[in-house]
């Protein structure tokens, strides 16, 4: 098969296009596992702190991307739960023990044996991936392709933040940073929240345009300060500052604060904003 392989870390600055195209035996699905072949894959920030060093790959070359979209080609030794032709989705989390107490409640990312897609697993740049049954997921018709994609990590990141604010329907709700994440929380929060405000802090004109665009009541720059008391704030930047300046902006003292990123193994549940509920 084809595929885009990172030789070894390297620095963005210096080696622009760090991905080589290159030919690799066909990956074959073991126990539980399916192959899929993969028809879009999305383009994640995390990506560039794999590259770069920050989040490494367990070994080279190494195939990235964790927001796959595809069809099931064929079906490891007792992997039943798919049948072949299905379109699923394969996000960050692409394999856990299954059997230890985190995995048994629902936070497989804080497994002892959490692997992740396109770091510890060969991910989807590449015209096939293989996953545990488990960790693939029927996608609905009414979406393309590509635009499934970006929900397996950006979109998962986003509703579990949302999901976490605890908003009702009118409350003032704000956003630190409008980046992939964001942008989809927004839309997620028109439909679910109709009668609520959306204040977005962006540094871009660009992206404070498109907030606007997208139905945000207002946008501004992060230094800014929000024109009312807001009753949650989800920040989605990799910037500490925001996190440190949303409880001036917001209604209620309390708050919950989680990175921006996919989830690293072992932090405690109550800081992560990621992948599962
Ligand atoms: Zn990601
Ligand atoms: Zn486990």
């Known amino acids: 098969m084809k595929a885009a392989v990172l030789e070894k870390i390297t620095n963005l600055r210096d080696n622009p296009q ?16 399916i192959l899929v072949r993969v028809s879009a894959c999305g383009v994640c920030h995390t990506e560039l702190d794999e590259i770069e060093g920050r989040t490494p790959p367990v070994s080279f070359p190494f195939v990235p991307g964790h927001q796959i979209v595809g069809f099931v080609e064929k079906q490891g030794p007792n992997a039943v739960k798919h049948a072949e032709g299905l379109r699923v989705g394969i996000g960050w989390i692409g394999s856990a023990c299954g059997k230890c107490r985190y995995c048994l409640g629902g936070r497989e990312n804080l497994c002892p044996d959490f692997k992740a897609t396109g770091r510890d697993l060969p991910g989807g740049y590449a015209q096939y991936v293989i996953v545990d049954q488990e960790f693939a997921f ?17 979109g998962a990141i986003g509703w579990r933040s949302l999901h976490l604010a605890g908003l009702r ?7 630190t940073g409008f980046g992939a994440s964001a942008h989809l929380v927004l839309t997620l929060a028109r439909h679910l929240y109709p009668r609520s405000e959306i204040f977005v802090f962006a540094r871009s004109e660009h ?3 498109f907030a606007i665009e997208l139905g945000a009541s207002w946008s501004g720059d992060t230094t800014e300060k929000s024109p009312q008391k807001l009753a949650a704030v989800i920040d989605t930047t990799p ?10 902006h917001q209604r209620h003292p309390q708050g919950r604060k989680g990175p921006r990123s996919d989830p690293p193994d072992g932090l405690p549940a109550a800081s992560l904003a990621g992948k599962r509920d």
Do not use: N, T, Y
Request: with cysteine.
């Open 18 to 33: 760090p991905l080589s195209f290159v030919e690799l035996p066909d990956p074959v699905p073991g126990e539980r596992q």
């Open 138 to 154: 029927p996608i609905p018709p009414v979406f393309s392709d590509a635009q499934a994609a970006p929900l397996l990590c950006a």
């Open 169 to 175: 329907d009118g409350e003032p709700l704000g956003l």
């Open 207 to 209: 992206e404070r345009k």
């Open 239 to 248: 910037a500490w500052k925001p996190v440190i300046e949303a409880p001036h």
